[in-house]
């Protein structure tokens, strides 16, 4: 039986010794060794990696965390990440950026599209969920996978991204609710991007998401609200694999005070 981690000092970390010694603990397990000795790796970071529901250089509680504090430890964060992750050199860190997005292509069988939902994002002010001007990718990153959606040739479209894709609502019956850190907080982006998808008629397009800690498959909908509408895209959610994952009685995790999910969400539309 594993014991519980114990992380050094007594709150997250803020500097880069600090990004770099919680790497090396992770690094240091046996099980996580055999998993990289075993497969490659195409790796992003989400939210996590520096801190809870982070957007572009706000952080979760700015008014705990001033702007000059996140982002020297977003800065910090990134260059712990970089090197202890299988990253190419285009995406060694300048300061608070880094290069992640990019596309991996297998021949004419898969290409990866490989997504980043946290640097460019506006804030997550749910009240503005609806508002075209607001962004989840930013324009060029959106600008660089619409085109690449058009021109592809490869038999499958992967995007492997971080948080839910698909509509998800919380609440039953007639009203509404929605996670502001999903897709759901981004809608005009989000269903733009699902139309881009139909309409220029990409192969086999599959949404890869982790984030929530629980499996789902979701049929991603032309109309979210209209489950007979065609099925433009499947987006498959991965669970966690050490903290709060599919294990009986877990759950996934909702807005902060929903009751839990179950762990398995065997289908969503």
């Given at each position: 039986?594993a014991?519980?981690?114990v992380?050094?000092?007594?709150?997250e970390?803020?500097?880069v010794?600090?990004y770099?010694?919680?790497?090396?603990?992770?690094?240091?397990e046996?099980?996580?060794?055999a998993?990289h000795?075993?497969f490659?790796w195409?790796?992003?970071?989400d939210d996590?990696?520096?801190?809870?529901n982070?957007?572009?250089?706000?952080?979760?509680?700015?008014?705990?965390?001033?702007?000059?504090?996140f982002?020297?430890r977003?800065?910090a964060a990134?260059?712990?990440?970089?090197?202890?992750?299988?990253?190419?050199?285009?995406s060694?860190?300048?300061?608070?950026d880094?290069?992640?997005?990019r596309?991996?292509?297998?021949g004419d069988?898969?290409n990866?599209h490989v997504?980043?939902t946290?640097?460019?994002?506006?804030?997550?002010?749910q009240?503005?969920?609806?508002?075209?001007?607001?962004?989840?990718?930013?324009?060029?990153?959106?600008?660089?996978?619409?085109?690449?959606?058009?021109?592809?040739?490869a038999r499958?479209?992967?995007?492997?991204?971080?948080?839910?894709?698909?509509?998800?609502?919380?609440?039953a019956?007639?009203?509404?609710s929605?996670?502001n850190?999903?897709?759901d907080n981004?809608?005009?982006?989000r269903?733009?991007?699902?139309?881009?998808?139909?309409?220029?008629?990409?192969?086999n397009?599959v949404?890869?998401?982790?984030d929530?800690?629980?499996?789902?498959?979701?049929?991603?909908?032309?109309?979210?609200?209209?489950?007979t509408?065609?099925?433009?895209?499947t987006?498959?959610?991965?669970?966690?694999?050490t903290?709060g994952g599919?294990?009986?009685?877990?759950?996934?995790?909702?807005?902060?005070?929903s009751?839990?999910e179950?762990?398995?969400?065997?289908?969503?539309?």
């Amino acid at each position: 039986l594993a014991l519980p981690r114990v992380h050094e000092g007594d709150s997250e970390p803020f500097t880069v010794v600090e990004y770099r010694n919680r790497h090396a603990q992770y690094k240091g397990e046996a099980e996580l060794q055999a998993a990289h000795a075993a497969f490659p790796w195409a790796v992003v970071l989400d939210d996590h990696e520096i801190d809870n529901n982070w957007a572009d250089e706000i952080p979760q509680d700015p008014d705990l965390q001033p702007r000059d504090v996140f982002l020297a430890r977003r800065a910090a964060a990134f260059q712990a990440y970089y090197e202890h992750m299988p990253l190419r050199r285009s995406s060694i860190p300048a300061g608070i950026d880094m290069q992640l997005y990019r596309r991996l292509t297998f021949g004419d069988l898969l290409n990866v599209h490989v997504l980043d939902t946290r640097q460019y994002r506006s804030d997550q002010d749910q009240a503005l969920r609806l508002d075209p001007n607001r962004t989840i990718l930013g324009d060029d990153q959106e600008q660089w996978l619409m085109a690449n959606l058009a021109g592809g040739t490869a038999r499958w479209n992967a995007l492997a991204q971080q948080v839910f894709f698909s509509q998800r609502d919380f609440t039953a019956g007639p009203n509404q609710s929605f996670s502001n850190d999903a897709w759901d907080n981004y809608v005009p982006e989000r269903n733009g991007l699902r139309d881009h998808v139909a309409a220029v008629g990409a192969s086999n397009p599959v949404v890869l998401t982790g984030d929530v800690h629980a499996t789902y498959v979701c049929d991603v909908k032309a109309n979210f609200d209209d489950p007979t509408s065609a099925t433009v895209a499947t987006e498959l959610v991965g669970t966690s694999i050490t903290n709060g994952g599919d294990r009986e009685g877990s759950g996934g995790r909702g807005p902060r005070g929903s009751p839990p999910e179950p762990s398995w969400g065997p289908i969503c539309a």
